[in-house]
């Protein structure tokens, strides 16, 4: 796959069909990746990798770089075409200086994955069949590929490549995903318990941004937590109620434009299970107003943005729906 | 730094019996920002406004917080109060204590010390109080009527005759609508034609009405006081300008097996025809469906008698595009499919017939010249049936529609009546639910049906109709009589539910006006605002609105124009500035305010902004139109980025109301 | 040296916590960070906290004075915390040379006494390192991970912890052991440091050309051209040191507080007329240059970095001093 | 869990200016009494309410937060509380979700003629407030008065 | 609202208040004649509470559930639903099953359409 998307980026260059491929960088090691932008086939054949440690989604660059002259390529896989369509519905992406090519994807690996299953010092790692033997400071360790698997991979939704102009590998589709598991284990728990584990959670917060400025859907040109004339701007959280206030306004104002990709949760510094808040936003609206999902298509309505005058009342939570 | 000034009033006892005022402007003196603060028995006394007006000058206020009754009482009032003093009247806030506190609390100390929280919630929003300009925007002094039965003409007439300029949409080749089918009307029995057909040439000879009939609406934009309209004009295959009406060539054309939507089918016309005698404007249209010409190239017997040269085979669909202040929906109704009611077998008999069909075959101008004939065989019929509530007041669904059509009792006894009263040999019933005639001499109308005419009227439903050897088996029953009635009847008419036109929805998608789940306009208020619709300049006339017999739907026409007339005459409008205003530099152009607008008041540009280091980024960013927004807030919620808020509701102005509570 | 039984490290720790507050190394919802000891806490496995050890020192949030309002009057009083004796053990040889690095900040003049109040009343214990991890690069900047500095310096080796005083700070808090045992320390094996893959950065050459060939360096635009501008690197590096001051209207009282800025933020020193660091590009340099450059300027040559390879792990898209550092020498990206 | 009996609990109440605000003021026509501590804020719509507004509140000391409009079908803006609504009912989850209380927010339909229903929801509400105590999982230390 | 009422209500599903006594049923009715009582009268009989009355008529086995009633009523009352739970009423009244599973093997014809022995068995023995 590697040698088909570079092949691909260099030939796109090089038949002029763009003047910037948009993709992953070689590091210093074999999974720090950094996106970036190429401007020659020489650049795409020395620099640009493509490896399952690939996970940042590059949908969000096509905000700024479809504004700039010229029409730029990028390779999205599956669940960054969501985000690419979802910009798009919001007139954040020009469509017409994007060449998007769509990229197969068997899941992506990640660091913080190979860390829980134990290994430390890990300097290179390669695939061979479905294990991924991987080489330490401490020797080597062969662990299984899907133990490997980013968390957010493991229960992928879809493997299908929405408005791609070209695919490299096979269109996929919709995937059955168990995603609400860890949701509805949380919502079993008594308040109390809840509470606790947000509480822990959330007190981790550095309030160092990762996560808002990575999500696809925070494409605002200033956040209300960064403009003072908003009211509720804050840089840290000085006191516990602003932690919850800056990660529930968050899931609030991406609720039904999340796609559920995950980079929150990828980046965060601090380990705090991000999606988990807006993921429940998803079930619940999934629940209440019928199945959506965000970037699936152009023409559906966010379930923000409609109603029907039968929808159930408020007070089916604040009544309890078990009753309580 | 602000200079407020806080006045409290007693409202004689009702608030200082409870509230103790004098401690409550002393408290609130000490609030940041107030420089002045008193109370008074009753502030909204001309003593009371002139003492708020004096403090204005003397103490250079810059806010005025009253703290009375309800906002809803005398907001209005105090506004004016603080504008003729030279104070902005949105830089007041009125903080509620007597409906709020001191009618609902019994403690004095309890309903004191509320009243101060209120009154500094009031404090802290009137800091942020900014001063707020009503807009004006102009006003094109032309209305567009979508329909021309006899409510879009009835419209039509009135604001022409106020001196405004009038133009008429409508679809058909000619005006008139469902009433020119009809024969006569209840409960006068006087002839629909000899009273609509007057009407209609009033409108054409009128200097301001402008009919484009054979025409439907295609996209609106703008908003009340000025739309743009863009119509098209389907192309009718005959010059509108050179055509003389003399009808040569309709019955010229060879093509002569063309079902006569006018009769409802139940005759034929030509492929070129003038849908009736008084159509208005009396120009012939061909039909491009059956026209061999326009099929096949191969004919043009029409081009060949017609002197006036008016024939055009190669006319195109044109497109008009116009300004108007005000739009009016006279959209009408039709009768809905019967296919659902197979146990009338309106379907499998020709004898089976509905009210508007029965209306022409009554009609001296329809398919029978007049005589009333069996369609299946032309002979007189004997025994009529009348069967009432045909997919009206049902359980909704695929039963029917949950309404009463309202009409039906009425034009049912108008026909039993006509027939008896030509063939009195006939013998006619009318199954039926409940008689409802509420109107002027409507149950007097009635009551002669049965006492003079000899209707029988039986309280039952009809169950099935069979038809046997050339008859019509009818078997009902008689619920007062209990009885089973199996009746051989000749012919059965049945009355149809009506329903909106179907052209309704689509349109009102184009204009943003609401609709109910029959597809009825829905007006901006069902008791106080009956003709307006909830958008702004968006009117409503006739049956569109909800089903409506003649007499009314001319009224709501009428009606109609008034409040056209009522908005014309204004040169420009006055809009309520408290609404909704973007703020470019943080909108994201990702239009989900645009989605919640109830109102289409928010469009999108692209705008040039400068970026860092020089450059010029183009955004696209949201643009309310303040002359359409009604300020209810929903686009500032649905905006992630605190882009979007709302003058005087601004955020800050609430959230620093519940600070001052919560403190 | 003074020694102790790796197995009951609780009972050390007891101890300790006897007089002063103690902060070790655990973790706290899957999370390693330097937490407040109670009896039952107990190490992370981890190499190292998320957080760095600076947050003792320079917490991310610090109250400075308050105003308390009553209608029109306004007082005010101070907000700071009174500060006690405290220990912090087990910080790593980077975060150690970190706090160096923080001292030349904030005890010069003008000294910051919030920070100079927690300095003085803390009692840092280094642990050695065995077991780097790949990103460590420490030793690339001249620290020595298997010696640590520190008032005490500890090693944990098969079953012992060998503990050494360094400081007068730190034998007044050995002396008050007195259950420590007595051993001598094992040689230590430095053959994993040899393998780490960036044990051969080259920091010197920072100092070698004038600073403008380095702010004009033409990589800059492609290095920051991915920037999220997001404040992860800057907030777990153990070296970053800018705050911000602020106020918080709670109603009745006003605080007014400093808290971590980050230079990666659109908003960083903002001003009136607008930000003199208009683009990513901008804000970007500033933090590294301030790191390589600037800080090594002002504090004779003592570069702004410590190679605790925090960034390195953080960094939502991998981007780091390393890279940086890498791509300025060589003068491509 | 014991009723505090010294409890005085805030509440702040967000009542549209059509139906809710007025069927408050109904309520105060015809003397129904509710408790003071009900303080009502009045905004154009339900759909006006940013659920800002609400966790600023429970920052700033309110111990119950309630939004009162338009019944479905009669907004003053034909729509605004089917979006209120939504709004609503996802905050709310997502609250309970981390633990809050659920009790502490509620939505109310009030008509401008229901007079005697306002009164009655906020002495319901102020009730289970007062049952749930003080507001301690969404409150910000530095809003409280020492 | 008499038990009865709301005991029919219960069983057949039906809420004999949307009936707006149109009479359609009866007119749709082939068993008219035979019956003392006609279905719109069952309607208004469960609704008014004489639902006694109808439990000792014959005239509810003369129905013979073709639901042309239910068919065509327009607002879905269904009275075929309301006579059938006033029969049922009477066999949970009487306590007895009119028809035990072990008869079934001696019914069983070729002729006979085996649903309607099915039918017949649901219809006369008391419900669990």
């Known amino acids: 796959m590697q040698d088909r998307v570079m092949e691909k980026a260099a030939a796109l260059l090089e038949s002029g069909v763009c003047t910037r491929v948009l993709g992953w960088k070689t590091g210093e090691f074999f999974y720090d990746v950094t996106p970036a932008v190429f401007t020659s086939a020489e650049e795409v054949r020395t620099q640009m990798v493509y490896n399952p440690f690939c996970g940042p989604n590059l949908s969000k660059y096509l905000i700024a770089e479809s504004r700039k002259e010229g029409k730029i390529a990028v390779f999205l896989k599956p669940c960054d075409t969501f985000s690419f369509v979802q910009l798009q519905k919001e007139h954040r992406i020009a469509r017409d200086k994007v060449y998007a090519v769509g990229v197969q994807c068997d899941g992506m690996i990640d660091m913080d994955s190979l860390k829980a299953l134990g290994l430390r010092g890990v300097t290179a790692a390669r695939e061979v069949g479905d294990n991924l033997i991987v080489s330490t400071l401490y020797g080597e360790k062969t662990v299984p590929r899907r133990e490997a698997l980013s968390l957010r991979c493991r229960v992928c939704k879809s493997k299908r490549l929405n408005d791609c102009d070209e695919i490299i590998g096979e269109q996929g589709g919709d995937l059955p995903s168990d995603r609400f598991a860890q949701v509805e284990a949380l919502e079993a728990m008594t308040p109390e318990e809840r509470f606790a584990f947000w509480r822990s959670e959330l007190s981790k917060c550095i309030r160092c941004n990762a996560c808002r400025n990575v999500c696809p859907a925070c494409s605002c040109e200033k956040c209300v937590f960064d403009n003072p004339g908003s009211g509720v701007r804050n840089k840290a959280a000085a006191d516990s109620f602003e932690e919850n206030l800056f990660h529930i306004i968050r899931a609030f104002h991406v609720a039904g434009r999340c796609t559920d990709c995950g980079e929150c949760s990828r980046v965060c510094p601090q380990g705090i299970p991000l999606h988990l808040l807006n993921r429940k936003l998803i079930k619940d609206m999934n629940q209440l107003y019928g199945p959506y999902q965000a970037g699936a298509d152009f023409d559906s309505k966010p379930p923000m943005l409609a109603f029907t005058p039968e929808d159930p009342e408020a007070s089916i939570i604040t009544n309890g729906r078990d009753g309580q | 730094m602000q200079r407020i000034g806080v006045f409290v009033c007693w409202c004689g006892s009702n608030i200082a019996a409870t509230v103790d005022v004098e401690k409550v402007a002393q408290t609130l003196a000490q609030e940041p920002g107030v420089v002045y603060s008193t109370h008074y028995q009753y502030m909204c006394s001309q003593a009371g406004q002139e003492m708020i007006q004096n403090a204005i000058r003397e103490h250079r206020l810059t806010g005025v917080v009253i703290c009375s009754c309800s906002p809803r009482m005398h907001e209005a009032t105090f506004r004016k109060t603080v504008e003729k003093a030279g104070l902005n009247p949105y830089l007041l806030e009125i903080a509620n204590i007597r409906e709020h506190c001191s009618w609902i609390h019994k403690d004095k100390l309890t309903a004191t010390e509320k009243a101060v929280i209120l009154g500094r919630a009031a404090i802290a929003k009137v800091q942020l109080n900014a001063p707020l300009t009503a807009g004006q925007s102009p006003v094109t002094k032309r209305a567009l009527v979508i329909g021309g039965g006899i409510a879009g003409i009835q419209t039509a007439l009135d604001i022409a005759e106020a001196g405004f300029p009038v133009d008429i949409v409508e679809k058909k080749p000619t005006i008139g609508g469902k009433m020119a089918q009809i024969d006569k009307t209840f409960p006068t029995l006087d002839c629909a034609a000899c009273i609509l057909t007057p009407k209609m040439v009033d409108a054409s000879q009128n200097e301001n009405i402008d009919i484009i009939s054979y025409a439907q609406v295609e996209k609106v934009q703008g908003f009340v006081g000025s739309f743009s309209v863009t119509i098209r004009k389907k192309a009718r295959y005959v010059d509108e300008t050179k055509c003389t009406g003399c009808g040569l060539c309709t019955e010229k054309c060879p093509q002569k097996k063309v079902p006569n939507e006018f009769n409802l089918g139940l005759d034929n016309r030509r492929a070129i025809y003038i849908p009736f005698a008084q159509a208005v404007p009396k120009v012939a249209a061909i039909d491009p469906n059956y026209c061999t010409m326009l099929k096949s190239g191969k004919c043009g017997v029409c081009a060949k008698v017609c002197t006036a040269g008016a024939i055009d085979y190669k006319q195109q669909d044109q497109l008009i595009t116009r300004e108007y202040g005000a739009i009016v929906v006279a959209t009408g109704f039709e009768p809905i499919r019967l296919d659902k009611f197979d146990e009338f077998a309106y379907s499998q008999s020709p004898d089976v017939v509905t009210s508007l069909e029965f209306e022409r075959l009554m009609n001296a101008a329809g398919p029978t010249g007049g005589t009333l004939l069996r369609p299946s065989d032309g002979s007189h019929p004997h025994t009529l049936v009348f069967v009432q509530c045909v997919g009206s007041r049902c359980d909704g669904g695929e039963k029917g529609k949950s309404y009463c059509s309202k009409i039906c009792c009425m034009y049912t006894a108008k026909h039993a009546m006509l027939i008896r009263e030509k063939y009195p040999d006939t013998e006619v019933y009318v199954f039926y639910i409940d008689v409802r005639t509420p109107g002027k001499n409507f149950d007097e109308f009635y009551r002669r049906a049965v006492e003079e005419y000899g209707v029988h009227y039986i309280k039952g439903m009809v169950g099935k109709v069979t038809p046997q050897d050339g008859k019509l088996k009818v078997q009902a029953s008689d619920l007062l009589g209990g009885r089973q009635l199996r009746i051989d009847a000749d012919m059965v008419i049945l009355a149809a539910a009506i329903e909106p036109d179907k052209t309704a929805r689509p349109l009102a998608t184009m204009l943003t006006a609401s609709m109910d789940t029959n597809d009825f306009f829905t007006e901006a208020h069902p008791k106080l605002r009956p003709v307006e619709s909830p958008t702004a300049g968006i009117f409503l006339s006739g049956a569109c609105q909800g089903p409506k017999d003649i007499p009314e739907t001319v009224a709501q026409a009428s009606a109609a124009a008034a409040k056209v007339i009522g908005l014309l005459v204004k040169d420009s409008l006055t809009c309520s500035p408290c609404t909704a205003k973007p703020d470019e530099l943080m909108c994201n152009g990702c239009s989900s305010c645009e989605k919640v607008c109830p109102y289409g008041a928010i469009t999108y540009i692209d705008k040039p902004f400068r970026g860092p280091n020089r450059t010029t980024l183009i955004r696209r960013v949201a643009q309310v139109n303040p002359a359409v927004c009604q300020g209810c807030g929903a686009c500032t919620v649905a905006c992630p ?3 979007m808020d709302l003058q005087g509701f601004s955020n800050q102005q609430i959230m620093a109301e519940v600070d001052a509570i919560c403190r | 040296m003074k020694t102790w039984k790796l197995s009951e490290l609780d009972s050390l720790f007891a101890a300790i916590a ?32 998320g957080r760095s050890a600076k947050d003792l020192f320079f917490p991310q949030v610090e109250n400075l004075v308050n105003f308390k309002v009553s209608g029109r009057r306004i007082q005010v009083e101070p907000g700071r915390e009174e500060v006690e004796d405290f220990v912090i053990f087990g910080v790593r040889a980077c975060d150690c040379r970190s706090f160096d690095i923080l001292d030349s900040v904030f005890l010069s003049d003008p000294v910051d006494t919030f920070y100079a109040d927690r ?67 094992p040689q230590t094996d430095a053959s994993v440091f040899h393998r780490l893959p960036l ?8 100092g070698e050309k004038p600073l403008m060939d380095w702010f004009n360096s033409p990589v800059w635009d492609s290095l920051s051209q991915s920037c999220l501008g997001c404040g992860s690197c800057t907030f777990v590096c153990p070296t970053c040191q800018c705050y911000d001051v602020e106020d918080f209207d709670g109603g009745a009282t006003i605080r007014r507080f400093r808290c971590w800025d980050s230079c990666m933020y659109s908003d960083f020193t903002m001003m009136a007329h607008g930000t003199n660091r208009p683009t990513q590009k901008e804000r970007f340099r500033q933090r590294f240059m301030h790191k390589l450059v600037y800080h090594p300027n002002n504090h004779a040559g003592q570069i702004g970095c410590v190679g605790c390879g925090r960034c390195l792990q953080k960094c939502p898209i991998s981007m780091n001093i390393v890279k940086v550092a890498k791509a300025l020498k060589e003068g491509k990206a | 869990m014991p009723v505090n009996e010294t409890f005085k609990p805030t509440i702040v109440a967000f009542c549209c200016n059509w139906c809710s605000y007025a069927g408050a003021d109904l309520s105060g026509t015809n003397r129904l009494q509710y408790p003071a501590n009900v303080k009502i804020i009045r905004i154009p719509c339900s759909c006006r309410l940013n659920p800002m507004f609400i ?64 009164a009655a929801t906020m002495n319901d509400f102020t009730e289970t407030i007062i049952k749930l105590g003080p507001n301690r999982r969404l409150e910000d230390l530095r809003c409280k008065t020492e | 609202m008499s038990d009865w009422t709301q005991r029919i209500q219960d069983i057949s599903g039906v809420n004999p208040r949307k009936c707006m006594k149109c009479g359609k049923c009866t007119a749709a009715c082939p068993a008219y004649d035979r019956m003392e009582y006609h279905p719109h009268q069952f309607v208004d009989m469960v609704q008014s509470g004489r639902v006694e009355e109808l439990m000792a008529s014959r005239g509810i086995y003369t129905c013979l559930s073709c639901f042309a009633c239910v ?50 068995l649901r219809k006369y023995s008391k419900g669990g």
């Open chain 4, 55 to 118: 966790l600023r509140a429970f920052q700033r000391g309110a111990d119950g937060v309630i939004l009162c409009g338009c019944h479905p079908g009669d907004c003053h803006y034909t729509t605004g509380n089917y979006y209120a609504r939504r709004r609503m009912t996802l905050l709310f989850s997502l609250l309970d979700y981390m633990g809050i209380e659920r009790g502490r927010t509620r939505v109310e339909w009030v008509s401008a003629a229901e007079g005697a229903k306002f």
């Open chain 3, 199 to 206: 044990k051969d950065l080259d920091f010197s050459v920072f």
């Open chain 3, 119 to 185: 300095r003085s009343h803390a009692t840092v214990m280094t642990l050695a390192c065995s077991e780097p991890e790949e990103t460590c690069f420490c030793t690339s900047l001249g620290i020595d991970p298997q010696a640590p500095a520190g008032d005490v310096s500890c090693w944990a080796m098969e079953d012992t912890l060998y503990l050494e005083a360094n400081t007068e700070k730190g034998q007044a808090l050995l002396s008050s052991l007195p259950q420590l045992g007595q051993g001598e320390k």
């Open chain 3, 18 to 49: 006897a007089a002063q507050k103690l902060y070790i190394p655990a973790d706290a919802a899957g999370q390693p960070a330097f937490t407040l000891w109670t009896p039952g806490l107990s190490m992370t496995k981890a190499l190292n906290t």
């Open chain 5, 71 to 120: 068919e065509r009523c327009p607002r879905n009352v269904e009275p075929a639903h309301i006579i059938e739970a006033v029969r049922l009423a009477v066999i949970r009244q009487q306590g007895g099953n009119h028809m035990k599973p072990d008869q079934i093997p001696g019914l069983l014809e070729e002729d006979l359409p085996q649903q309607a022995i099915t039918s017949a």
């Open chain 2, 641 to 643: 980025s605190g882009a």
